[in-house]
């Protein structure tokens, strides 16, 4: 079993930051893929940045230059720094933690989820 918890989520303005936490129950965090998804109101998911296990990252395009994801192996936890919030990034923002355990099979693993919402 993998559990994630998100924090940091809150009320900001436009223009504001927000960072946000996941924090893996498993020592074995450092061998996951790991990602931010979030979904807002009335909306599909979509994917906000990734993090693998080897380091490299990725970033949704609406996102990119102001969002940064980072984890601390050490820590067992995923960071999502967010910069110059716009009110277009009002979601529920999920921690999600993915695993190859064999070909074409993986296992993941979702937080419950944290509120981010930008208004004025």
């Known amino acids: 079993q993998m559990d994630l918890v998100e924090s940091g989520g809150g009320l900001v303005q436009p223009g504001g930051s927000l960072r946000l936490s996941c924090v893996a129950s498993?020592?074995?965090?450092?061998?996951?893929?790991m990602a931010w998804v979030r979904q807002p109101p009335g909306k599909q998911r979509e994917l906000v940045a990734s993090?693998?296990?080897?380091?490299?990252?990725n970033y949704g395009d609406s996102v990119k230059g102001r969002f940064t994801v980072s984890r601390d192996n050490a820590k067992n936890t995923m960071y999502l720094q967010m910069d110059n919030l716009e009110p277009e990034d009002t979601a529920v923002y999920f921690c999600?933690?993915?695993?190859?355990?064999?070909?074409?099979?993986?296992?993941?693993?979702w937080g419950q989820g944290t509120q981010v919402t930008v208004s004025s």
């Open positions: 999600n933690a993915r695993r190859t355990v064999a070909k074409f099979e993986t296992v993941d693993y």
């Open positions: 498993r020592s074995s965090f450092n061998a996951y893929d």
């Open positions: 993090v693998t296990a080897g380091g490299g990252k």
